[in-house]
């Protein structure tokens, strides 16, 4: 079973968004897959699930000896194979009471891990802020997607992350295999052009070549509570998710340059660099 975590500490960079569609893709694709929730905003879970259930969600598998099992808590969607582990309102609060306690920091880890025969990928959709919710995917990731907003403030953002990453990765003593996927990329700003030159000059390390461009058939796609493979599968910010899912599942290399501007059909047929 393999656990990724989409995350950054900044929010509105496209962490839900590119949970969702790597699970959509990954179940697509005829892998079990379930997404966990752990923001409490709770955007992918009101973007895949009915607003209410008798489920209590991901914050209960915090709840020490009490706790349920994470394949008791587990919701289906409309996609077979795709599983959410809903975000309630519990986690903010939870967030708060972890805080003062020390040796929570492996608990999502140790109870996702019962998982291992029923999925074949988790993926984490983490909350914008550093606190234990966090702490815990991290520590509990053997890969982390990072989204980058191609905007400004934004490096600041990835700055601070890559700390946070350093400091688990210390603490943990291994590497943490980590992928900086730029998002949100308008080619016709000169905001994007110029964050997208200083990513890759300044934080080379684990960008992944490719950029996501905005499209807004992604936002309608979560307003209208469906998966982009399914609502708008030949978009183009889709065609360039399927070679970032392509790329982690080493189906090709991962620094292998992608052309974002390109027709789907020929960024298939043909990868170009960059310029
Ligand atoms: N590639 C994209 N093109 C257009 N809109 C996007 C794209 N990625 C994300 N969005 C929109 O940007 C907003 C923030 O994205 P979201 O995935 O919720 O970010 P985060 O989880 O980091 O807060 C949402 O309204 C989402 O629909
Ligand atoms: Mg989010």
Redesign the pocket.
């Known amino acids: 079973m393999k656990l990724w975590a989409v995350a ?1 500490q900044k ?7 590119t949970a969702v569609i790597l699970a959509g893709l990954l179940a697509e694709r005829g892998r079990r897959v379930v997404l966990v929730d752990l923001d409490p905003h709770a ?1 992918a879970s009101a973007w895949l699930l009915s607003a209410s259930s008798p489920r209590e969600g991901v914050a209960a598998l915090f709840g020490g000896a009490d706790a349920p099992a994470a394949a008791d808590l587990l919701e289906s969607t409309a996609q077979p194979g795709l599983e959410v582990l809903r975000a309630t309102p519990a986690l903010a609060a939870l967030e708060r009471r972890l805080a003062t306690q020390p040796g929570m920091g492996r608990v999502l880890g140790e109870a996702l891990g019962v998982l291992h025969s029923r999925a074949d990928h988790l993926i984490l959709d983490c909350p ?1 802020t550093l606190g234990l919710l966090l702490v815990n995917a991290l520590a509990a990731a053997e890969r982390v997607i990072v ?1 980058v907003q191609t905007e400004p403030l934004a490096l600041e953002g990835l700055r601070r992350m890559q700390e946070t990453l350093e400091m688990i990765a210390r603490s943990q003593g291994r590497e943490i295999d980590s992928w900086v996927v730029p ?2 990329y308008d080619q016709r700003t000169r905001a994007s052009r110029e964050v997208l030159g200083r990513l890759r000059s300044e934080f080379p390390a684990g960008l992944w070549p490719g950029v ?5 058939r ?2 309608d796609a ?1 307003l209208a509570g469906e998966l982009p493979s399914r609502f708008c599968p030949r978009s183009r ?1 889709l065609g360039v998710y399927r070679l970032l899912v392509e790329a982690l599942l080493g189906e090709r290399p991962r620094d292998e340059a992608v052309a974002w501007d390109t027709p789907l059909d020929e960024v298939r047929a043909e990868e170009v660099a960059i310029a």
């Open positions: 950054n929010g509105g960079v496209g962490k839900t968004t955007s914008p989204p998002t949100l996501i461009p905005v499209d807004t992604l936002r979560s910010a």
